[in-house]
Nanobody, 124 residues
């Protein structure tokens, strides 16, 4: 089992920044690709970003490229999502997830563990 706890959500103004963190406990963190997903009210959950086990490969959704950066620290068992130039459409509950595959980052069924989520609200 892997337990994931997100933090860092909150309210930001459009054009501002927030940094989300996800702390993992349980099985060996470095064995897992890690991803961020988000779900806006009334919409399906969607992929945001993925980082590979050793941090050497990252993927981001087109909607966040150039604005969001995913990173990980295997010594601390954490991943972060730095979100800059926030837009109102970034408003959502953000989830971190462990597992996934770099060959199909959109495949949510490939993720084995999910956090409870943290709310991000961007005001325009």
């Amino acid at each position: 089992q892997v337990q994931l706890v997100e933090s860092g959500g909150g309210l930001a103004q459009a054009g501002g920044s927030l940094r989300l963190s996800c702390a993992a406990s349980g099985r060996t963190f470095s064995n897992y690709n890690m991803g961020w997903f988000r779900q806006a009210s009334g919409k399906e959950r969607e992929f945001v970003a993925l980082i590979s086990r050793n941090g050497g490969t990252v993927y981001g959704a087109d909607s966040v490229k150039g604005r969001f950066t995913i990173s990980r620290d295997n010594a601390k068992n954490t991943i972060d999502l730095q979100m800059n130039s926030l837009k109102s459409e970034d408003t959502a509950v953000y989830y971190c997830a462990a597992g996934g595959t770099i060959y199909n980052v959109l495949d949510q069924k490939a993720y084995d563990y999910w956090g409870q989520g943290t709310q991000v609200t961007v005001s325009s």
